[in-house]
């Protein structure tokens, strides 16, 4: 490509509204172009990257012998009834109406199509086991989209399906696509780590993320240096220094004005704060219910879902919380809160507890001494705490620790859950009617491209991993009006194209300086300069992106140097 005939379009100043790094470089090198809230135009760069990430996947899928086909973004709202999810997915569906009045979804995920196609075409498990994917435009309301196509509202993705005849096999599937993703994210350069998470709104028993590292992510990975333990925060295990739950024997009645926080509390009683517990108020499926946790320490809400198995979660309202314990909010605890109707569910850190200070569930008090089973008594133990560095390992004890990533993929077992809801069978071996076991296995395609971008810059742009570059190589004539450099420039564009070779030459009448600025913010890996000075003695520079020196090399050399580099 000849710089002068592509729309390539940078920025010289920050975009404001970009939050985050990939956000502004993608901007800013013209790689995308906002249209509304969450949504994008990918501009030629921009798309060259993502066709190179749907290059890599796609030829991995179909050598782990996945089979790719396409299926509608618009889905009736029958399908999705069928399983439940047309009113569990809430306002993160996007529904449309057609002219009839019906109703559709915009797809954010694609496991009641595929089921409906599966139980029509396979009948035998002589069929089995199947894979079946689509690279695809999804679509998801966010609250808030936000990081540019990060958290956009519509965004690619690449989803695929397992459908095995039983258990073991389907596990083999999980494995066969957990394996492919190790080479997909290996392929294009990430640093990354496979860990344990949750499954959220897609179900099923055991999932795993994939996580690029990099301190802008979003998301915390809980790890063990010493073992291959790691999951997601939310769904992370294991086991917290057992300290405090000191706070006198006897149970007493405080006068606390005024005190809000633990740390508040803990000041003016002259104890720790792990000498207290804290009760949350929630509204788990309409009904109000408290959860007890040490003062130190912080919830995590999915674990807490997940454990009483709530569909809906969420805290309750200082007006709920007045109306059903008549204290405002910041007095409740579980002495008589059973009186109040209120379940009680207590984490096993309260649980190790000898005494503890609680809330009152009056206005100004507390009580100090309070001692579980005598002063009150818990439905259930649950644990909900949400696990962080210094914390041990769930499964050999050691000390965690803790780093940022970002979500580019994930695999889920899903068992029996959408077969079944669906009645999705096969005839087995013996000619008897089974569900399919399914699992799913998605891959964020266009937030890959911010994810790279996250793990690979520099103060001066973006610093592509060759796989998915736009370009792999940008050659800069430095005068245009130097005709043997601009000469040899072009002779060099076209025997690289000869050879396969991405490049793109920057034959714009411009300053060196502009032209270097724009190759180090697109950040195309490999920069060939040529100058007079250096072309008068046979010599062109070649630059790697990711690396501070510039090399002189002979120009007869100099393609060796490129496919060298692109190795590199
Ligand atoms: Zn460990």
Redesign the pocket.
Known sequence: MKWTESLISTLREDPKEAETISHKLMLKAGLIMKVASGIYNFLPLGWKVVLKIVNIIREEMNKAGAQEVLMPILSPAELWQETGRWSFYGKEMFRVKDRQDKDFALGPTHEEVITDMVRKYVNSYRQLPQILYQIQVKFRDEIRPRFGIMRAREFIMKDAYSFDKDEENAKKSYQRMFDTYNKIFSRIGFKFRAVEADTGAIGGTSSAEFMVLADTGEETIVY??????AANVEKAEGKIEKKGGNAGEKLEKIHTPEIRTVEELANFLKLKPEDTAKTILYMADGGMIAVMMRGDREINEIKLKNAIKANELRLATAEEIVNKTKAPVGFAGPVNLKEKGIKLYIDNSVAEMETMVCGGNEKDYHYSGVKRGRDFKEDKIIDVIKIQKGDF??????E?SEQKGIEVGHVFYLGDKYSKAMNATFLDEKGKSKVFVMGCYGIGVTRIAAAAIEQNYDENGIIWPVSIAPFEVVIIPVNMKYKEGTDFAFKLYEDLKEKNIDVIIDDRDVSPGVKFKDSDLIGFPIRVVIGEKNFKNGKVEVKLRKEKQAEVVEKEKVIDKIIEGLKG
Do not use: S
């Not at 063990?224 to 333990?229: A, E, G, M, Q, W």
């Not at 390992?393 to 050691?398: L, S, T, V």
């Open positions: 063990c240096p010493n073992c291959d333990y390992c769930p499964k050999c004890g050691k965690l």
